[in-house]
C-alpha cells in the first residue's frame, strides 16, 4: 500500500477502527478492506486499518510536521436510538463513552484526541459510524447481516466525504 509513515504527508486520511475479532466491532477494518479492492482513490488519499490503536495513528500525525486537511474516523458504535446497520454522521461528543479510551490521550476519559484536533488544528474531522446489532462478549469474527449490508454504503459514503467540501452535517442525519 504505501511506507510507514507516509501516510502522515497525504490530504485526507480514513480511519477503520474497531477489532474484526468482536463480530460488529471490527466494521472498521471490513470497509477499509472493501474500499482498497472495490475503489479507485486519489492519490493523496490514505485509507489505514487502524484496529484498536488509532490513538497511536493520531498522536503520531500530531507530532508530525506535514498534516491532513481531512481525517475521517469509521467505527462501529451503539448510537443512542439508532437501527442495526444505519450509517450517521456523528460529532465528536456523541462518541460512546466505552469508545472514549480509544482516541483519548494517555488513556485520560477527559482528554479527547480528536477533540483537540478538532478544536486546536485546522484539521477537518469527520466521524462516519454504523449502528451496531451487538458486540459479543467472547472472541466471534464477523459482522452481523445489517452491518455487513453496511460496508459497501459506507464506502461510497467515504468517496464523497473524501472530496466533498468541509461541513459539518446535522450530526443525527441517517446517512444510509
Known amino acids: 500500500m504505501f511506507e510507514i509513515g507516509s501516510h502522515l504527508s497525504k490530504r485526507c486520511l480514513v480511519f477503520g ?18 474500499l482498497s479492492a472495490h475503489f479507485t482513490l486519489p492519490e493523496d488519499v490514505a485509507c489505514l486499518d487502524a484496529g ?3 490513538r497511536d495513528l493520531l ?3 500530531l ?4 498534516k491532513p486537511e481531512r481525517i475521517i ?6 448510537v443512542s436510538g439508532g437501527v442495526p446497520g444505519r450509517i450517521y454522521e ?6 460512546n463513552p466505552a469508545k472514549i479510551v480509544d482516541f483519548s490521550l494517555h488513556q485520560f476519559p477527559t482528554t479527547n484526541m480528536l477533540k483537540e484536533i478538532r478544536e486546536g488544528t485546522p484539521i477537518d474531522v469527520r466521524i462516519l459510524v454504523v449502528q451496531i446489532t451487538e458486540l459479543p462478549e467472547a472472541i466471534q469474527p464477523g459482522l ?11 464506502c461510497r459514503r467515504i468517496m464523497q466525504a473524501i472530496s466533498g467540501p468541509s461541513i459539518r452535517k446535522d450530526p443525527r442525519e441517517d446517512l444510509t
Open 90 to 95: 456523528i460529532d465528536v461528543e456523541q462518541i
Open 63 to 66: 507530532l508530525s510536521p506535514q
Open 52 to 54: 484498536t490503536a488509532v
Open 17 to 34: 477502527c474497531g477489532n474484526p475479532l468482536f463480530g460488529d466491532d471490527g466494521f472498521g477494518a471490513h470497509v477499509i478492506a472493501h
Open 59 to 61: 498522536f503520531d500525525m
Open 73 to 78: 474516523i469509521v467505527d462501529a458504535m451503539d
Open 144 to 154: 452481523s447481516t445489517a452491518v455487513a449490508a453496511a460496508v459497501a454504503p459506507m
